[in-house]
């Protein structure tokens, strides 16, 4: 059965619903997705390899975790989910860092970021993901320019980095 999102005006109000195959390619749709950002102790941040059998950026980096929420479930409800189905993990818990409208050719999201930590083993859905591993911020700033890296994680890294200069 395929997934139904909530569609969601600018102001990130639920006016309707849609199925995937409707919101991936119409830009018009906006619906909502959870980041969450995990850090270990050392400051690495964990990034996913997209599978090569995603329907959006196969076989790229992409933020640590990252999800739709389904019809009517909350933004860090979706955040807690996704981790424990794509790596395994469940954090004590995570924290809210910001939300922003992202836009590009194919699809239109209102994305809420969270911040988590984590040192233990991560094991990841092989379905969705093709490796993952902890980077230094500085290993990916200079690869950025890079076509490893998929283009919405870039922007993330970026707004994350303001996040945390303006806190």
């Not at 969450?36 to 090569?52: A, H, P």
């Not at 975790?65 to 479930?73: K, P, R, S, T, Y």
């Not at 699809?107 to 094991?123: C, D, H, L, P, R």
């Given at each position: 059965?395929?997934?139904?999102?909530?569609?969601?005006?600018?102001?990130?109000?639920?006016?309707?619903?849609?199925?995937?195959?409707?919101?991936?390619?119409?830009?018009?749709?906006?619906?909502?997705?959870?980041?969450?950002?995990?850090?270990?102790?050392?400051?690495?941040?964990?990034?996913?390899?997209?599978?090569m059998?995603?329907?959006?950026?196969?076989?790229?980096?992409?933020?640590?975790?990252?999800?739709?929420?389904?019809?009517?479930?909350?933004?860090?409800?979706?955040?807690?989910?996704?981790?424990k189905?794509?790596?395994?993990?469940?954090?004590?818990?995570?924290?809210?860092?910001?939300?922003?409208?992202?836009?590009?050719?194919?699809?239109?999201?209102?994305?809420?970021?969270?911040?988590g930590?984590?040192?233990?083993?991560?094991?990841?859905?092989?379905?969705?993901?093709?490796?993952?591993?902890?980077?230094?911020?500085?290993?990916?700033?200079?690869?950025?320019?890079?076509?490893?890296?998929?283009?919405?994680?870039?922007?993330?890294?970026?707004?994350?980095?303001?996040?945390?200069?303006?806190?």
């Amino acid at each position: 059965m395929e997934e139904v999102f909530d569609i969601v005006n600018i102001n990130d109000e639920v006016i309707g619903s849609a199925k995937r195959s409707e919101v991936h390619g119409n830009p018009s749709l906006i619906h909502r997705v959870a980041h969450v950002l995990i850090f270990n102790t050392k400051g690495e941040l964990f990034l996913q390899k997209r599978s090569m059998s995603k329907d959006v950026q196969p076989g790229k980096w992409d933020t640590s975790v990252g999800g739709h929420l389904d019809a009517g479930e909350s933004y860090q409800d979706a955040a807690l989910r996704e981790m424990k189905e794509e790596l395994g993990i469940a954090p004590e818990k995570i924290e809210f860092l910001y939300k922003y409208c992202h836009s590009n050719d194919y699809e239109t999201e209102y994305v809420s970021t969270f911040f988590g930590s984590w040192n233990g083993i991560i094991w990841m859905n092989k379905d969705e993901i093709e490796e993952g591993r902890f980077w230094k911020i500085d290993e990916i700033e200079s690869n950025s320019m890079d076509t490893q890296f998929t283009p919405n994680f870039l922007d993330e890294l970026e707004r994350y980095k303001k996040h945390t200069l303006s806190n």
